[in-house]
């Protein structure tokens, strides 16, 4: 299989082609990435040395596709990942429509005219923010957890599934990625090459970059490995926020088979997540880390945050059925990955952040 991983050079890109070459899948990786974020080079270095094609190329610039040579399938890992994204003054809002809705219709075009299969990695924020809020939660040990016996349209023991409200607001990031997901739905149909759409949870290991809205805990557990300082924002300063969290490599053996599985009966959309058994909160994060490393103090800082919510963690029960799939790596396994890449690269937070 030949397959084409845009944002190769970010965390999830680069972890998925890593992943595929030390289990010697014999894939044909090649990789499109503009190389802007810091932390692109040093990837973009050990993945050529692994043998994986890396191409300096642009999603929003069509004309950077044209280079490319025949491949099969599509993978799409690149987007900016910040819900804050064109609304925090880091990125206008109009470069994040080009970068994560007109890089997706460049995709789409390609896929077109070319007859390639698109898997889409999308996020659980294209959930509705205002359903999410309709969740009642309440603290229990240091985390928030839904109060039991909401009748809430979406919502299971599980988590938030597939048929969750997705109607806005959802942030500019969520919406730019939910319409990337129709209009990858509404190509395939139209044009009948296949589409597989996963919204993932967070995603998390090491060498996610050096910023909270790049991945909350590798972030997190880099800052207090350091000593930097960290504050717990909004809901009372509590740090109970919970979300549920995945390694990327957990993806392969679904990537595989989708690329398999060009038609057929199964959803066309699924959720990919840790579940309730990898969520945790800030609070229970820092608990680890004091473990691991010590105790450090955190700040309280009570402001709410643009589009924050108290509790989200995703039912991935459809994949779970559909494409037998479940998350192999336990959150402790990733956290120490984390941590230690944390002791052996020191200085990482300031080489790939802003």
């Known amino acids: 299989m030949r397959i084409l991983l845009t944002g190769v050079c970010g965390f999830v890109g680069a972890t998925l082609a890593r992943a595929w070459v030390e289990r010697g899948a014999g894939h044909e990786l090649i990789g499109l990435d503009n190389l802007v974020r810091p ?94 809020l309709d969740i009642q939660v309440e603290a229990i040990g240091g985390a928030f957890r839904p109060v039991d016996g909401q009748n809430i349209d979406g919502l299971t023991a599980d988590g938030v599934d597939e048929t969750f409200s997705t109607e806005p607001p959802l942030s500019l990031y969520g919406v730019t990625k939910r319409a990337s997901e129709q209009l990858a739905l509404e190509y395939s149909g139209a044009f009948g090459f296949p589409v597989w759409v996963n919204r993932c949870g967070v995603l998390a290991g ?98 709410p945050r643009p589009f924050d919510i108290p509790w989200l963690v995703l039912d991935s029960g459809r994949a779970r059925d559909e494409w037998s799939w479940c998350p192999q790596t336990p959150r402790e396994a990733i956290f120490e990955e984390i941590a230690a890449h944390a002791e052996a690269n020191p200085s990482w937070l300031e080489m790939t952040g802003d």
């Open 206 to 303: 090491a060498g996610q970059f050096g910023r909270a809205d790049q991945g909350i805990f590798s972030y997190w557990i880099h800052s207090w490995a350091r000593g930097r300082p960290l504050s717990y924002l909004g809901f009372d300063g509590t740090g109970c926020q919970v979300r549920d969290c995945l390694h990327p490599r957990d993806l392969i053996d679904l990537l595989d088979r989708q690329m398999n599985c060009a038609s057929g009966s199964r959803s066309r959309v699924v959720n990919i997540s840790g579940g309730v058994q990898s969520a945790v909160s800030l609070q229970e994060c820092s608990a680890w880390c004091t473990d691991r490393f010590g105790v450090r103090d955190v700040t309280a800082d009570r402001s």
């Open 39 to 132: 932390g692109s080079e040093v990837n973009r270095l050990a993945l050529r040395r692994l043998g994986v094609t890396v191409v300096h190329g642009d999603l929003r610039c069509a004309s950077d596709f044209e280079p490319l040579p025949p491949i099969d399938w599509v993978i799409d890992a690149a987007a900016n990942p910040s819900v804050l994204a064109g609304f925090d003054g880091r990125t206008s809002s109009r470069q994040l429509v080009e970068h994560n809705l007109l890089g997706t219709i460049n995709v789409l075009e390609h896929c077109r005219r070319h007859g390639i299969g698109l898997i889409m990695l999308s996020t659980s924020r294209v959930y509705s923010i205002a359903r999410l």
